[in-house]
């Protein structure tokens, strides 16, 4: 096969990359760097099965070769990211699906969106099944990100049930692990850049808000069984062991060896109170669950922000 991966050089899509070549497929890897990182892709260059193409796909693109599957990854997908670059944020969610939908459907390839728990909204269901509709700000400084994604599902949707487009939507609760950027600010990488520095761990509210952290590998599997599959509903991945903010600071407290203490702030607007998945769909659908116990990830992830501090 050869698998297309917009997003290809993000944290999630080049280690997508990494699998399918492994699994034997030809990866074209597209990115135009806007948060993607060229330093992620640079150990693939050398695969003759590899190749880069540095493209907006908000922009059209015609690619002459054949593409047998379609892996629609690019976006801004922090808040500090979403919030910095708000109009590409939205422009890669409508265009840029339109653009990747328009490509699988010229070039009859399987299609799969990389969507986000963020279509959640801050909920009023716990844990979050994909059934419920989602409770979002439409005019909320996250909703840039939130409404781009609900859009694009939307739209995949749509080209599933009128053009016959063999779509899959993924769900990606919060992902950690190798490869996330120190300065992106999401909660993994903000507490342990902390830590590793010696500075204060900054916790926002009063810690009690919580998070579902999944392994990269681990969601990597489930995204490739979904690919494979015949299913095009949308599917959660993540973990469910869910952990407040606080206890999950005092983890990395421990894991890092920090004597820095916790600072609160306050909470961001339409920060989520709680954020669980409910994978039972993913388990009767594809078989999986995750692996990777969250210890011995962050004990990964944090050897990994060692190094690039």
């Not at 963020?118 to 509709?133: A, F, K, L, S």
């Not at 939307?154 to 990606?172: D, S, W």
Request: hydrophobic residues 35%; proline residues 6%; charged residues 20%.
């Amino acid at each position: 096969m050869r698998t297309l991966i917009t997003g290809g050089a993000g944290f999630i899509g080049s280690h997508l990359c990494e699998r399918f070549l492994s699994e034997g497929h030809e990866v074209v890897c597209l990115d135009n760097f806007i948060t993607g990182n060229p330093v992620n892709i640079q150990h693939l260059q050398g695969n003759a099965r590899f190749s880069f193409v540095r493209h907006n796909i908000s922009n059209h693109i015609e690619i002459d070769d054949p593409i047998d599957a379609i892996l629609h990854c690019a976006s801004p997908a922090s808040p500090v990211d979403y919030l910095r670059h708000p109009i590409p944020t939205l422009k890669v969610g409508s265009l840029g699906t339109h653009n990747s939908l328009g490509l699988a459907k010229a070039k009859n390839a399987r299609f799969l969106l990389a969507s986000t728990s963020e279509v959640y909204g801050d909920p009023e269901r716990h844990p979050q099944r994909e059934d419920y509709w989602g409770n979002v700000n439409p005019i909320g400084v996250r909703g840039v990100y939130d409404e781009a994604k609900r859009f694009a599902e939307a739209m995949t949707m749509a080209y599933h049930r009128y053009h016959g487009l063999n779509t899959h939507i993924v769900r990606i609760f919060n992902t950690y692990g190798p490869r996330m950027r120190l300065d992106d600010g999401r909660v993994v990488p903000n507490l342990m850049g902390q830590a590793l520095r010696g500075e204060a761990l900054t916790v926002y509210g009063n810690g009690s808000q919580t998070r579902s952290f999944c392994y990269v590998s681990d969601l990597v599997e489930g995204i490739y069984r979904l690919l494979m599959s015949e299913y095009h509903e949308p599917v959660n991945l993540g973990n469910p062991n869910e952990v407040s903010i606080l206890d999950f600071a005092k983890e990395i407290q421990a894991l890092s060896g920090t004597k820095s203490g916790i600072e609160f702030k306050p909470l961001p607007q339409d920060d989520p109170k709680v954020r669980k998945p409910d994978i039972g769909r993913a388990r009767t659908v594809l078989g999986w669950e995750p692996k990777v116990d969250r210890h011995e990830g962050m004990r990964q992830t944090m050897e990994f922000f060692r190094s690039a501090i």
